[in-house]
């Protein structure tokens, strides 16, 4: 049985707890959050664990075999020093890994000869369908030239103490929320961009707010396109006033051979009821020859539904990150994978901020 501590206990420190729950060998034991009514709500969906009052207090605990960081943004540096200089474990740290420049070298000291395991949580790299299309990809294209993600969803979620609506503690939307997408442009392409152009901005969202007298400076929309070393191309386009869309992430890649997409709807729980079951991912195939598309469902197992936003991929990320802990397999990914996709991402807002391309 592997003992977790969990660091951050709202929303998507519930869907973590939810997932290791369902893991045969895995068990949050122990939380912490400086909110008290989310921790001892945390501890009680973990099945009564034991409630840390502070930092230090988790990673003393007896029963503590590995880390979930899932804390605000701007606090997972000054974590994850602090569980390398106290308690070194396995870590897994959800995205971001850090927010500014400078926190990159940092971590590159902090980690240089860490002797566990440190996994960044990219979860969309295991959500059924873009499992299906990652898998498929080559042999669909005969060598991706052009990889496409939109994501149209809906608007930031409200956090505690509004973190969320400034750049100051997020890195900024194209960090924040597209970090995701970075890292899924370099796993599927298997190459590394060279420049980055953006244009993005706050058209809707959050202006009509105020949190201590200041206006939320968030983005909410944007075109990032990248080059890579190898000559294929990426774009990404995001929305983030389009919940009205029946499928929230789209993906696309086309070679000389043709065209893979998958399809990937929004959580569940945001599809109204009045339309029905929500749609289900899909699998799409465009030959250039012969003609004509291949369409295949790919169902998500309803109980991993259940226990989360991101179409099963919280539990496929645990279930891989627990064999690590226990010695079967690898870490598949790693904080060069985190640093590079903030490193992109970070290019991105300076790129949309001064209207310049911006050289990798």
């Known amino acids: 049985m592997v003992h977790y501590g969990l660091i951050g206990c709202g929303m998507m420190g519930r869907e973590h707890i939810q997932n290791i729950n369902l893991l045969p060998s895995g068990k949050v034991s122990v939380v912490y959050d400086p909110v008290a009514e989310l921790a001892e709500s945390a501890a009680t969906l973990a099945q009564e ?4 009052d502070t930092l230090d207090e988790l990673l003393a605990h007896p029963d503590l075999d590995a880390v979930v960081i899932v804390s605000p943004n701007y606090l997972h540096v000054e974590q994850l020093q602090k569980i390398a200089a106290t308690r070194p474990v396995p870590i897994l740290c959800e995205k971001p890994l850090y927010t500014r420049p400078e926190d990159a070298a940092v971590l590159d000291a902090v980690f240089k000869d ?9 979860e969309y790299r295991y959500m059924p369908p873009v499992a299906a299309l990652i898998a498929q990809a080559e042999q669909a294209t005969g060598g991706i030239k052009m990889l496409t993600i939109r994501e149209h969803r809906f608007p ?13 503690k997020t890195g900024g939307t194209l960090v924040e929320k597209c970090c995701h997408f970075f890292d899924l442009m370099r796993h599927i392409l298997k190459d590394e961009p060279i420049r980055v152009m953006a244009s993005a901005g706050q058209s809707l969202n959050h202006i009509d707010e105020r949190y201590d007298g200041q206006t939320p400076d968030i983005w909410d929309n944007g075109y990032v396109i990248l080059d890579f070393a190898n000559g294929a191309r990426a774009m990404l386009e995001l929305c983030m006033f389009a919940e009205g869309s029946k499928y929230q ?13 998958a399809l990937v709807p929004g959580p569940g729980r ?4 009045l339309l029905g079951e929500p749609p289900v991912p899909k699998l799409i195939i465009s030959p250039r020859a012969p ?11 309803p ?18 990150f627990n064999a690590v802990i226990r010695g079967e397999g690898d870490v598949e990914v790693t904080l060069l994978d985190g640093a590079r996709a903030v490193q992109i991402g970070l290019a991105a807002q300076e790129s949309a901020r001064t209207g310049q391309a911006i050289s990798l």
Do not use: C
């Open 114 to 122: 860490y002797p566990h395991p440190v996994w960044v949580a990219m």
């Open 291 to 301: 003609k004509g598309p291949y369409v295949s469902e790919i169902p998500v197992d």
């Open 156 to 168: 930031f979620l409200p956090k505690v103490g509004d973190w969320n609506r400034f750049n100051a």
């Open 49 to 52: 664990a034991h409630v840390a």
């Open 270 to 273: 945001f599809w109204p009821k």
């Open 249 to 261: 992430e789209e993906i696309s890649a086309v070679g000389p051979k043709g065209k893979i997409e």
């Open 303 to 320: 109980t991993l539904l259940e226990a989360g936003d991101h179409n099963g991929s919280t539990f496929y990320q645990h279930q891989r």
